[in-house]
T-cell receptor, first 114, second 110 residues
């Protein structure tokens, strides 16, 4: 158990809708990263939040946005859903100030866009 | 692009040692090598990381070559539950992103 939880476990949306995915980080961690994982591929980095500010972003459009809260929770928001957004969404928390880049992952949210 | 190279798949007999290689020829002097694994449809699980000395924990051992251009993850007594995709990863880039390759699909056979 990593202490990182995600909700919901599964979600079905239709094209054009908006979705919010939630993550509860391990207590004491100050970074949270979000990844998208398509079937049969490795995770793709979306962005990372550090002390409640976005400070790194992968090759994803602005309709992917996020928030990190002081209580170790965070959100991933996706607007104007597209069929290709169907994937497993993973959040990972870590503690950067210790000089370690170890990230602890949640179980993921499986998003299906119809 | 991933900064590491791994074989796409490997088999290992249950109870034997599983040795998973990884090439990371572009590694910098102060970069750690990290290993994660992902069991089907679950979130990735951290296994171990190392800089230049060999490392061991309750899950695995990590052997890093002297020139640090390659490493081997060793699962000493593989079980069926070790069947997973194993990823060898270098630390995040300046954009703080971990770059994941395709990993090695390890199948443990009874």
């Amino acid at each position: 158990e990593t202490g990182v939880t995600q909700s919901p476990t599964h979600l079905i949306k239709t094209r054009g809708q908006q979705v919010t995915l939630r993550c509860s980080s391990q207590s004491g961690h100050n970074t949270v990263s979000w990844y998208q994982q398509a079937l049969g591929q490795g995770p793709q980095f979306i962005f990372q939040y550090y002390r409640e500010e976005e400070n790194g972003r992968g090759n994803f459009p602005p309709r992917f946005s996020g928030l990190q809260f002081p209580n170790y929770s965070s959100e991933l928001n996706v607007n104007a859903l597209e069929l290709d957004d169907s994937a497993l969404y993973l959040c990972a928390s870590g503690f950067r100030d210790l000089g370690s880049d170890t990230q602890y992952f949640g179980p993921g949210t499986r998003l299906t866009v119809l | 692009d991933a900064k590491t190279t791994q074989p796409p798949s490997m088999d290992c007999a249950e109870g034997r040692a599983a040795n998973l290689p990884c090439n990371h020829s572009t590694i910098s002097g102060n970069e750690y090598v990290y290993w994660y694994r992902q069991i089907h449809s679950q979130g990735p699980q951290y296994i171990i990381h190392g800089l230049k000395n060999n490392e061991t924990n309750e899950m695995a051992s990590l052997i890093i070559t002297e020139d640090r251009k390659s490493s081997t993850l060793i699962l000493p007594h593989a079980t069926l539950r070790d069947t997973a995709v194993y990823y060898c990863i270098l630390p995040p880039d300046s954009n703080y992103q971990l770059i994941w390759g395709a990993g090695t699909k390890l199948i443990i056979k009874p």
